[in-house]
T-cell receptor, first 111, second 110 residues
Framework: QKEVEQNSGPLSVPEGAIASLNCTYS??????FFWYRQYSGKSPELIMS????GDKEDGRFTAQLNKASQYVSLLIRDSQPSDSATYLC???????????FGAGTTVTVRA | NAGVTQTPKFQVLKTGQSMTLQCAQD?????MYWYRQDPGMGLRLIYY???????DKGEVPNGYNVSRLNKREFSLRLESAAPSQTSVYFC?????????FGPGTRLTVL
């Protein structure tokens, strides 16, 4: 079983809709959770981090964490064509700042 | 403040050739990382360095070596390149929480 799994996608949503991305992880000791956005041909950039159960909102992005279910999600509200990218879920599974990444979910926002 | 820089951006090698990928960061971070990214597989950690003078293997270290030259620089060496090492390589550095990525090196081994 992979340490971090994401829904495989691709995910196609109309402009203005909500895109919902899911991620599960296997290590119950995980403490830190991140969402990175990666445009085609570019490097990953951090868009959200979350450390405690519940929701964290930043503009149109909301991260949700449920440690009991080992589940973290990302909601993109009012999706824009500029949100079209691959979204990578990353989890810090140890205390030495190593991250485990999921394979990514590609989102396409159609106008 | 350039962040994380990598050279070269593109490289084509023949099987058996060697090369070194260079990475430097100007954010005074202790931790640095090398990843490879292949289609459908996300980012896989090759090696990392928690601090100057230390290096450790990641998930896929075979065929690679690293050097943490100083706090700023962390290089990745392929001693005898193989077609299976065709990939995009990313270097990253961390402030202990967030990882910041360089622009990547696209390597093709023929």
């Amino acid at each position: 079983q992979k340490e971090v799994e994401q829904n495989s996608g691709p995910l196609s949503v109309p402009e203005g809709a909500i895109a919902s991305l899911n991620c599960t992880y296997s290590d119950r000791g995980s403490q830190s959770f991140f969402w990175y956005r990666q445009y085609s041909g570019k490097s990953p950039e951090l868009i959200m981090s979350i450390y405690s159960n519940g929701d964290k909102e930043d503009g149109r992005f909301t991260a949700q964490l449920n440690k009991a279910s080992q589940y973290v999600s990302l909601l993109i509200r009012d999706s824009q064509p500029s949100d079209s990218a691959t979204y990578l879920c990353a989890v810090n599974t140890q205390t030495d700042y190593k991250l485990s990444f999921g394979a990514g979910t590609t989102v396409t926002v159609r106008a | 403040n350039a962040g994380v820089t990598q050279t070269p951006k593109f490289q084509v090698l023949k099987t058996g050739q060697s090369m070194t990928l260079q990475c430097a960061q100007d954010m005074n971070h202790n931790s640095m990382y090398w990843y490879r990214q292949d289609p459908g597989m996300g980012l896989r950690l090759i090696y990392y360095s928690a601090s100057e003078g230390t290096t450790d293997k990641g998930e896929v270290p075979n065929g690679y070596n690293v050097s943490r030259l100083n706090k700023r620089e962390f290089s990745l060496r392929l001693e005898s390149a193989a077609p299976s090492q065709t990939s995009v390589y990313f270097c990253a550095s961390s402030d202990g929480n967030t990882q910041y990525f360089g622009p990547g090196t696209r390597l093709t081994v023929l």
